[in-house]
């Protein structure tokens, strides 16, 4: 309705009186435009990281709308807000309207697209294999869509009283392309090497959807509110894969991939999980200087879950000899989650400059799966023979699985103010994680673990002048045991944001952050750092300049092993990167008629990720963007944009992916 009635609406000039429409005094903004653009290269990446495509846009459209005190029976004031829409890569949407002491309702909408696509056909520099002539590479592509809904309406019963009621609706779907290594239920053990070497490419579209009812109640009684929140949530996926070419061979670019390829594939897994919610929370002053949080969520998922597979291929049988082979296999699940989680949290204020805050925070998932398995392998034992023989082997099962895991969180920290211009805050952090996992009755010890972790910190901040801040925190924690091979056993890290500003025109920032991990196990190390500097300076109202320079460097190694199969592979992986970002810009309104924006990136990440003996394929690569804009203002019709963007995207080893691009963006935006 708010939509339709723009159109009595009558422009006006900036900073006029607002338009009367429908009893409300109405104003707003409308931006519309159309992007023109050149792209060369490959154009699958350019959406990856930028998707700003050709075609006219809605950039924005801005109204909002109040009305005489008392002169409006059904609202006081409303506001409609939306942007992207017409193919930009996040579209949002948002609806307003409330009616004082009465009621507030709220809707939102977001839809955002994802794009990934990398080369896959191209020829990387691996002599080191012999044999070889293409690259591996991960084979994984997406382009997805998601949208996400909701409603909320509050209503005012008395000024203590009010009810709240909600509705949220999440989608995700589109085409995904990924690879998946094929095994089945009571595999008998060489076919674990097939299985390993082999990972085929497969076309996996998804669809799945999430819904949350949910009405509460919020009281407040002298120092004390209490909420409690009761609803129902669904959840619902399907999930259908497919070999992309028949016959298919492996993504594998060893020879002897060449011999074992699949003619067909096809699988489903469907799931649905629901449940039940409940949370009640509520804050309180039992005493002056004593306050009192807690709260407690439930909720009790279950559902079914189904999956149905069947391929047909090449394949060594037990001797070793490439045969012809087919394998079906189903599983049915049912499963049930209920969760727990109770939190408590109290602060006392000792002195008007110390504060103490004791917070703790129990969780308890659980999870109980019975599958019936079945599966059914045929395959040829004598395929050289003139009388070729078939093995058809099946196989079926009942599984139990719990999983339970518990999670108390205990953080104790003090707050101190011993001068204005400072603030302390030491503490402890406190977990123990009990994981155990029981399969058929029986616990799995190499799953199944307890780990208690110490996490001392100290946040800060002190401003002895307004020209000079800084603020931050460090921590450092220790495991008693790791559940993974990269789950650090010790880290220390922190972050130092310090901000300097000499005279009102000129501001420097600098944002600091460090973190090391450890794990001597699995010879697992994990050092991160990375610093951003920022310049801005105002020469006036109406000109401003910012310059900026980020480095980021990473490295990562440890051990792998891959245990299925004969001759299981035993390596060492290692991830180096170092990123660095220069950016800068500048703003010029000469008049009220007339402005100017520049900005630019220029990003260069060089290193590489490489498994021992093998050449990296993913490697540096350039990424530099600038973006141009002039306006115009035009009085009573509203203001001219045109924005000008040029970026290219270079990879030094993979250069298939190198794209250029430029963007020309019309807009006029009209206010009223």
Request: proline fraction near 6%; glycine fraction near 8%.
């Amino acid at each position: 309705m708010l939509i339709l009635g723009i159109g009595n609406l009558r422009a006006q000039d900036n900073g006029g009186a607002p338009l009367t429409w429908a009893g409300f005094a109405t104003q707003g903004s409308a931006t519309v435009g159309y992007r023109f653009d050149d792209l060369k290269g490959y154009l699958p990446m350019f959406q990856e990281l930028s998707d700003l495509n050709h075609g006219f846009r809605l950039m924005d459209f801005n109204m909002f709308g109040e009305a005489a005190k008392g002169a409006n029976p059904f609202a006081d004031d409303y506001s409609l807000s939306v942007a992207g829409l017409g193919g930009e890569p996040f579209e949002v949407g948002q609806l307003t309207v409330k009616k004082d002491h009465l009621y507030d309702f709220r809707a939102n909408w977001r839809q955002s697209y994802f794009y990934s696509n990398p080369n896959d056909n191209v020829v990387l520099p691996i002599a080191p294999l012999v044999g070889v002539t293409t690259g591996l590479t991960d084979n994984h592509a997406w382009g997805t869509v998601r949208k996400l809904g909701s409603a909320d309406l509050t209503l005012h019963a008395t000024n203590n009283l009010r009810f709240n009621f909600d509705f949220y609706h999440t989608t995700d779907s589109g085409p995904t392309f990924t690879t998946q290594a094929l095994d089945f239920f009571d595999s008998p053990s060489y076919w674990g090497t097939f299985a390993r070497a082999n990972p085929f490419y497969l076309y996996a579209p998804v669809e799945d959807d999430a819904n949350r009812f949910s009405g509460g109640i919020d009281y407040t009684l002298r120092s004390w509110t209490f909420h409690y929140n009761i609803g129902y949530q669904t959840f619902t996926e399907n999930v259908n894969f497919s070999n992309v070419s028949s016959p298919e061979l492996s993504i594998d670019p060893v020879a002897s991939s060449t011999k074992e390829p699949i003619t067909n594939l096809s699988q489903s897994e469907y799931r649905k999980l629901t449940t039940p919610i409940s949370e009640l929370a509520f804050t309180g002053k039992p005493l002056p200087k004593f306050e009192w949080r807690g709260g407690y969520t439930f909720y009790r998922y279950q559902g079914p879950a189904t999956f149905n597979q069947s391929y047909n291929g090449t394949a060594p049988n037990s001797t070793g000899a490439l045969a012809p082979y087919t394998v079906s296999q189903s599983a049915r699940d049912a499963v049930t989650e209920p969760d727990n989680i109770l939190f408590q949290t109290f602060s006392y204020q000792v002195k008007d400059w110390w504060q103490i805050i004791a917070d703790y925070r129990y969780s308890r998932f659980t999870m109980n799966s019975v599958g019936n398995f079945n599966s059914l392998q045929s395959i040829v034992t004598n395929p050289t023979s003139a009388t070729p023989t078939t093995l058809t082997t099946p196989a079926s099962g009942t599984t139990n699985y719990v999983w339970r895991d518990g999670l108390s969180d205990f953080d104790f920290s003090m707050l101190f103010t011993p001068i204005p211009s400072l603030t302390l805050r030491p503490g402890i952090r406190l977990m123990k994680a009990d994981v155990e996992a029981v399969e058929n009755g029986v616990t799995q010890p190499g799953i199944t673990l307890a780990t208690k972790t110490a996490w001392p910190e100290l946040s800060f901040s002190y401003r002895p002048a307004k020209i000079f801040s800084v603020r931050g925190d460090v921590h450092a924690f220790d495991n008693g045991s790791s559940y993974t091979a990269i789950t650090p056993h010790t880290e220390i890290s922190g972050h130092v944001i310090t901000r300097f500003q000499p005279i009102k025109k000129v501001t420097l920032q600098d944002d600091l952050n460090l973190t090391n991990d450890k794990l001597i196990d699995s010879s697992f190390q994990d050092n991160t750092h990375s610093n951003a500097v920022t310049l801005s300076y105002a020469f006036d109202d109406r000109y401003s300049v910012f310059a900026g320079f980020t480095y980021d460097s990473m490295f990562a190694a440890g051990n792998i092993m891959y245990a299925r199969g004969t001759a299981p592979l035993n390596d060492f992986l290692r991830d180096q990167e170092a990123d660095r970002v220069m950016q800068a810009g500048i703003e010029a309104r000469p008049n009220k008629y007339f402005g100017v924006q520049l900005t630019g990136n220029f990003d260069r990440s060089t290193g590489d990720g490489q498994i021992s003996g093998e050449p990296p394929a993913y490697g540096p690569l350039t990424w530099p963007l600038v973006t141009g804009t002039v306006y115009v203002n035009f009085p009573k019709a509203g203001r001219l944009s045109v924005d000008l963007q040029r970026t290219y995207y270079i990879e030094q080893i993979i250069t298939a992916n190198n794209f250029q691009a430029n963007l020309l963006t019309l807009r006029w935006t009209r206010d009223f």
